[in-house]
């Protein structure tokens, strides 16, 4: 059974920091998808950030609101990934949540579909005040 914690949501001022963190347990991956997702209220879940991994190496993409603003990192030592967002908005503001899958998406077409993914996390508030 794959859980996956999450950790740092909070509320901050526009243009502040936070970091979100997603740590799985349960089994090991020799390759992965991590993704980030957020939901606003009233609105459908949109993809935010992921990085693929396997033994050849990592890649990260990042959705078009967000580039240049978020990093997406993994610590493998420490078997968590970080979402740093910087410069952050009002409307980033949502509940956000990690997904993953144990494959490596290189087609970037899997990578925002919620259905891509088999495991979620429980979601984390990020709010962003004006």
């Known amino acids: 059974q794959v859980r996956l914690v999450e950790s740092g949501g909070g509320l901050v001022q526009a243009g502040g920091s936070l970091r979100l963190s997603c740590a799985p347990s349960?089994?090991?991956?020799?390759?992965?998808?991590m993704a980030w997702f957020r939901q606003a209220p009233g609105k459908e879940r949109e993809f935010v950030s992921a990085l693929v991994w396997s033994d050849v190496g990592d890649n990260t993409h990042y959705a078009d609101s967000v580039k240049g603003r978020f990093t997406i990192s993994v610590d493998n030592a420490k078997n968590t990934v970080h979402l740093q967002m910087n410069s952050l908005k009002p409307e980033d503001t949502a509940v956000y949540y990690c997904?993953?899958?144990?494959?490596?998406?290189?087609?970037?077409?899997?990578?925002?579909?919620?259905?891509?993914?088999?495991?979620w996390g429980q979601g984390t508030q990020v709010t962003v005040s004006s």
């Open positions: 997904a993953l899958d144990s494959r490596a998406f290189y087609n970037r077409s899997y990578l925002p579909r919620s259905t891509s993914y088999n495991y």
């Open positions: 349960g089994r090991a991956f020799s390759a992965y998808t």
